[in-house]
């Protein structure tokens, strides 16, 4: 089994910025890809950023590139979102999420582990 736990959530004002990490663990985890969604009331749960650990390849969702950056350290199996920039509408839980084999990164349904999720409000 593998367990994701995620941290760095919390209120922070428009313009504003925030690290979450995601933390990997469990005998099971072998350098799975990993990606962040998002999901905020009445709404459903969309795509943020992915990563794959060899080579560092990147996928984010349009409605973050250039804001958001996601990061990962193999040491110590955790990914990272960076989020500079935060408007109002990023507003959600986050889950990280990841999977043995990443078909398309975009999908929830590609995942098959996920976190309970961090709050991330931004105030306008």
């Known amino acids: 089994q593998v367990q994701l736990v995620e941290s760095g959530g919390g209120l922070v004002p428009a313009g504003g910025s925030l690290r979450l990490s995601c933390a990997a663990s469990?005998?099971?985890?072998?350098?799975?890809?990993m990606g962040w969604f998002r999901q905020a009331p009445g709404k459903e749960r969309e795509f943020v950023a992915a990563?794959?650990?060899?080579?560092?390849?990147?996928y984010y969702a349009d409605s973050v590139k250039g804001r958001f950056t996601i990061s990962g350290d193999n040491a110590k199996n955790t990914v990272y979102l960076q989020m500079n920039s935060l408007k109002p509408e990023d507003t959600a839980v986050y889950y990280c999420?990841?999977?043995?084999?990443?078909?398309?990164?975009?999908?929830?349904?590609?995942?098959?582990?996920w976190g309970q999720g961090t709050q991330v409000t931004v105030s306008s």
């Open positions: 999420a990841a999977t043995q084999i990443l078909t398309s990164p975009v999908l929830a349904d590609t995942y098959r582990y």
């Open positions: 990563i794959r650990w060899s080579g560092g390849r990147a």
């Open positions: 469990g005998r099971a985890f072998n350098n799975y890809p």
